[in-house]
């Protein structure tokens, strides 16, 4: 078949060429904003008088009907057309006539790609960011039910103070805001219209880019014809934004996966988050919090992808640039999909109150608090840290925990231990005296959620 850039050569190429050259296969997903944008051209070829009013209405109908065709089922993709935009073309040619030809004046399908990525990913950075939302919910939901459930606090994966369940969930929630705020930046950059900048240097018709511009919620126009046609930082500025989003779903992931293990057994996954062993009937296997953790590695290779293509092209545009979809098409769905299955795991797991506090209370974790306890009566810190250690080491030796030492037994260390030391070294009162905002305490971490509330409304 010969192509519609038939001209300077034949328009025929070898058929494993076509294939190769071609991305109809992977760019057709962008159908909706293509057509959208062709809308939009049309409309102003007309207001400036390029082709007749009546004509860019009989575009606008065509295109119209190609659309609706899509959505429903009644047309199907020619998957032997090179990309979505001559697909698009094709169709409206056949179906127009030489009208139907008039939608590319003024134009270059290096400025159309342009156009349509961005208003395809403008759109998939609002889906993602509605989705981390709902993350962040299930998180906040689990917080405010457990803020005031004790759990050792881990420094070096070795117990280290005592916090509560829910300040360590909001710490995820807060990273979480942050994502959502690096998608918002990285969208406001990516919200800039490059159509109109035709194949490289701008056109010799009177177009009107900043009315096109409002007609597809862009908020200005590229300043200059080659960046515009060339510009791809906002799929790089989207891809690692991505993967740091995927980082905290990791790390998230991990931790669940160490919590639902017998070794520490705080949370249980319910059955529709986990699969069992073909041959280990005992077994319930996180394997969604594992794919998660998994699947950080692919996003991140979706940005070295990116990165690598891009850094040897000159300008303008070059076809090596075909290669910025499948990369960014790839993180963009992967993290959706995590975060499609992370909330509703997160919403549906069972928090083990007493298994996290009988943790806390084995890990010694109140030792510091034992410390400021002698250092409140004037024994240097260095000689309550001494003592704190070897109460601890007494503790280990008789399978003991802090809280279970008579006061007698704390006596032999030390005459200035009275009978409020059980109270200050509960884990309770540990806890509600991390009074600095930010902390761990029950207040705090009601602040907290009070907070991350409001940014997500």
């Known amino acids: 078949m010969s192509k519609m850039w038939a001209g300077r050569t034949s328009g025929i190429t070898d058929s494993i060429a076509d294939d190769f050259n071609s991305s109809i296969r992977f760019d057709c997903k962008m159908y909706r904003q293509d057509i959208r944008g062709s809308m939009a051209h049309a409309l102003m070829l007309g207001a400036q008088g390029i082709i007749t009013k009546d004509e860019a209405d009989t575009l606008i109908a065509g295109l119209e009907g190609i659309l609706n065709d899509l959505d429903s089922g009644a047309l199907e993709f020619d998957m032997s057309c090179e990309d979505i935009h001559m697909f698009v073309e094709q ?158 779903l990791s790390r998230m992931s991990e931790e669940i996966i160490l919590w639902a293990s017998w070794e520490f057994k705080f949370v249980e996954l319910s059955d529709a988050y986990t699969t069992g062993s073909s041959i280990m009937p005992q077994k319930k296997n996180p394997d969604m919090a594992e794919l998660i953790r998994g699947k950080t590695g692919r996003v991140y290779g979706d940005l070295m992808a990116l990165l690598t293509v891009l850094k040897g092209i000159p300008l303008a545009y070059n076809k090596d640039m075909q290669e910025d979809k ?68 007494k503790c280990i030796a008789e399978g003991k925990v802090l809280e279970e030492l008579t006061i007698s037994e704390y006596k032999e260390f030390s005459e200035l231990f009275e009978e409020d030391l059980y109270n200050e070294i509960s884990l309770e009162t540990c806890v509600e005296k991390r009074i600095s905002e930010g902390g761990t305490s029950v207040k705090s971490v009601e602040a907290q959620i009070e907070y991350v509330k409001s940014k997500i409304k």
């Open 91 to 248: 169709v409206l040619t056949e179906r127009l006539g030489d009208v139907g030809k008039k939608l590319h004046t003024a134009r270059s399908r290096n400025d159309q790609v342009a156009v349509d990525l961005r208003m395809y990913l403008r759109d998939e950075v609002d889906e993602i960011s509605g989705l981390i939302r709902d993350v962040i919910a299930a998180l906040v939901s689990q917080a405010e039910k457990y803020k005031s459930a004790i759990m050792p606090g881990y420094t070096h994966l070795q117990r280290a103070q005592p916090i509560t369940f829910g300040h360590h969930l909001m710490a995820y929630a807060m990273m979480l805001l942050r994502d959502i705020d690096r998608l918002s930046d990285c969208r406001r950059r990516m919200n800039v219209s490059p159509i109109g900048c035709c194949a490289l240097a701008g056109t010799t018709y009177n177009t009107d880019r900043r009315l096109e511009a409002r007609e597809l919620a862009f908020d200005d126009i590229m300043l200059n014809s080659l960046d515009g046609v060339s510009d791809r930082d906002y799929c790089i500025e989207l891809a690692s934004a991505l993967s740091t989003l995927m980082m905290h």
């Open 326 to 393: 499948e990369s960014i098409f790839d993180a963009v769905e992967t993290a959706g999909m995590c975060l499609k299955v992370l909330a509703p795991m997160l919403e549906t797991m069972k928090p083990i109150p007493e298994n996290m506090k009988r943790a806390a209370q084995k890990g010694f974790i109140n030792a510091t608090d034992l410390a400021d306890y002698l250092v409140k009566k004037n024994l240097p810190f260095r000689s309550a840290y001494k003592i704190s250690g070897q109460l601890v080491a």
